[in-house]
């Protein structure tokens, strides 16, 4: 089984397996092993150990520095890399306080070279845990160190925070040895919960003992954004201390109307609160009656769309799985082609039409029947990437079999926001058309309203053979999926396709709800204008920093800015730090995106676009900084 990262005082024991760390993990300058035994005996009380079961997994080294007595300074954090992302490092900063040594420093220092980023950014953050300020000084030139390769060392200084210590029943325990074998089954992460912010703010809690020791390592978000999450309303998200965020994010597009929408809430309390069917595959129910009636009054006549209805499952990836799978029946073709950074799913089917190499190699298996050819603009705006797949369609010499179908997203959600123009859309219809191919529109997360109008492609003018939808699709964050078609299209037999949970009728009872606010033009008039707020903000954060090679991309409320010199990633853990949860999207994580509720009022949206342009003019600064000190920085690991 798994076991718990445990954080005491180090031993001797300890420091040849610190010694070693240090040696294969890299990141850090290698010391003599007799310097990590001094920091594990003389320097034990004010320095700090990581361990679980299979042994030492990170420390601090640090010491109380002769010439002032208010501080600690931090000679060296190290992270094994097998416990790397999980915010190791920061937690024991926070805890290192609270080491018998420490527990009267106002300020914690350390050196460290403009170009480590990741270092620099790891104490800035424990300043704005601690809410107090974040200092940087010249210390060391680097001629005073012995050959040419050692950069100059500056001086950071987190405080003056105060050096009150409140018993918690979760602060570190000093411990004088490691665990017994006994203990290791139930050791828990000590992360201190003491008082140090000079305000009443408190530092976000960081995940507990059960995520750390239950859930899998490949969970994303929550290393993101290290906070327990509590409570949410509207755009707003609260963790377990209290602390409000802002959310930019709206739960990846599943969140289009925001957080416990009111009235979908009531909806669907009285809904269950009344005993009503809940499961029911895909048999009849009120509920599902009410959904299919309003979802053609609202959304499909209105648009002059004969599309027939499936339910496919509960998820994104089901409703594009049997979209291809109902092409490849109808037209008795096996190919699908997808196009370059695209994003359909986790499932193999999905996967095969996907462009991102990471996710693509996680599938274990070859991708089969998917091609992936250029999408709108991949090699520069005077390239027709139509002309060029409509080249390889109508060439017999070109190894191109004549696909089933064609998937393609308006916007590229995940691929970095590109976008493509509804000229290049209509194209794309009609080259489909002409060479018999169905054409299939994954609205998955650009549709339900998030690029201006309910389906995405309205702007092109366009009407697909087959349109997938998710995400928003319940309005309330249940999964709800459905897959849109013609109906000549309608050919599977009774059960050919079917799953256990396409009947949720309480995600039908939030989406018909959700459906309410198409019934006129007010939604998508206040998506437009509050779409007009966005592209201006973003357009100013740009020509703020003429130095920097950024572009504003996306349409609607799916909008970021790309990142030629790869900041958006710093941007947005800044940013989480200034209260605004915000991901970023592309195959380099290069783009800052930003998919605010459509529902979010215009000042909360101000607020939280001035914050974005906040992060960006921090980390900005911060690069500058490392510039002027160093010439051109080139980020380390972290320390």
């Known amino acids: 089984m798994r076991h718990e990262i445990q954080l005491r005082t180090p031993i001797e024991d300890d420091a040849a397996p610190i010694w070693q760390l240090v040696h294969d993990d890299g990141g850090l300058d290698i010391n003599s092993p007799y310097a990590y035994l001094l920091v594990c005996t003389d320097h034990a009380e004010t320095s700090l150990v990581a361990a679980d079961a299979t042994g030492v997994v990170g420390f601090v080294a640090a010491y109380r520095p002769p010439n002032r007595d208010d501080a600690v300074f931090v000679w060296q954090v190290g992270v094994a890399r097998r416990a790397r992302r999980r915010g190791l490092a920061r937690r024991m900063l926070h805890a290192l306080i609270d080491q018998p040594g420490n527990r009267d420093v106002r300020f914690v220092t350390a050196t460290v070279t403009p170009d480590n980023l990741a270092s620099m950014g790891l104490f ?104 327990t999450f509590e409570r949410s309303s509207g755009s707003k998200i609260w963790d377990d201390r209290g602390n409000e965020y802002l959310d930019l994010f709206s739960g990846a597009g599943a969140l289009n109307y925001g957080h416990n929408d009111a009235d979908m ?52 990836t089901n409703a594009v799985e049997s979209a291809m799978k109902l092409a490849r029946k109808v037209t008795g073709r096996e190919g699908i082609i997808g196009f370059t950074n695209a994003f359909h799913g986790m499932t193999l089917g999905s996967l095969s039409v996907s462009g991102n190499s990471m996710k693509r190699d996680g599938a274990g298996v070859g991708l089969t029947f998917g091609m992936n050819v250029p999408y709108d603009g991949y090699f520069g705006d005077d390239v027709d990437t139509i002309s060029y797949l409509d080249a390889l369609l109508a060439d017999d010499g070109s190894g191109l079999e004549k696909p089933a179908a064609v998937i393609v997203e308006t916007v590229q959600a995940e691929g970095g926001l590109a976008t493509a123009s509804p000229e290049w859309l209509r194209n794309l219809r009609e080259l489909c058309t002409r060479h018999d191919v ?48 013609r109906r000549d299209l309608d050919v599977f037999e009774p059960g050919e396709h079917n799953g256990t949970f396409r009947g949720f009728n309480p995600a039908m009872v939030t989406a018909t709800v959700a459906l309410d606010r198409w019934s006129d033009d007010n939604l998508e008039a206040a998506i437009a204008m509050k779409a007009g707020i966005v592209s201006r903000a973003l357009d100013d954060l740009i020509d703020g920093h003429p130095e920097h090679v950024l572009e504003r991309r996306g349409r609607g409320l799916l909008q970021g800015v790309a990142c030629a010199d790869g900041i958006a990633g710093a941007v947005a853990e800044q940013a989480f730090e200034l209260g605004v949860i915000v991901e970023t999207s592309g195959p380099n994580d290069e783009v800052l995106k930003l998919l605010p509720a459509l529902t979010i009022p215009s000042d909360e949206l101000a607020t939280g676009l001035d914050r974005i342009t906040e992060a960006f003019s921090d980390v900005i600064a911060l690069r500058a900084a490392a510039v002027e000190v160093d010439g051109a920085p080139q980020p380390e690991p972290v320390a």
């Open 124 to 227: 800035e953050r424990l300043a704005r845990d601690l809410r107090v300020p974040f200092e940087r000084d010249e210390r060391f030139a680097a001629d005073l160190f012995p050959g040419d390769d050692h950069d100059p060392e500056v001086e950071v200084a987190v405080g003056p925070f105060l050096p009150t210590r409140i018993a918690s029943p979760t602060a570190t325990t000093d411990t004088a040895s490691p665990p017994s074998e006994d203990d290791k089954d139930t050791t828990t992460v000590t992360t201190p919960l003491t008082d140090h912010t000079a305000t009443s703010g408190q530092a976000p809690s960081l995940p507990d003992d059960a995520i750390e020791r239950l859930e899998s390592e490949v969970r994303s978000y929550g290393r993101m954004w290290p906070a």
């Open 265 to 316: 809430r009531d909806a669907l309390v009285d809904y269950l609160t009344a005993g009503n069917i809940v499961h029911s595959l895909d048999t009849v129910t009120v509920a599902k009656r009410r959904f299919l009636e309003r979802f053609e009054e609202v959304i499909l006549q209105p648009r002059n769309l004969d599309y027939k209805v499936m339910f496919p499952g509960p998820t994104g």
């Open 438 to 485: 169905l054409m299939i529109v994954d609205d998955i997360q650009a549709g339900c309203g998030r690029t201006g109008t309910f389906f995405s492609f309205e702007v092109a003018g366009i009407e697909p053979d087959i349109v997938t939808l998710s995400k928003s699709l319940s309005g309330f964050g249940l999964p709800f999926a459905l897959t849109l078609f």
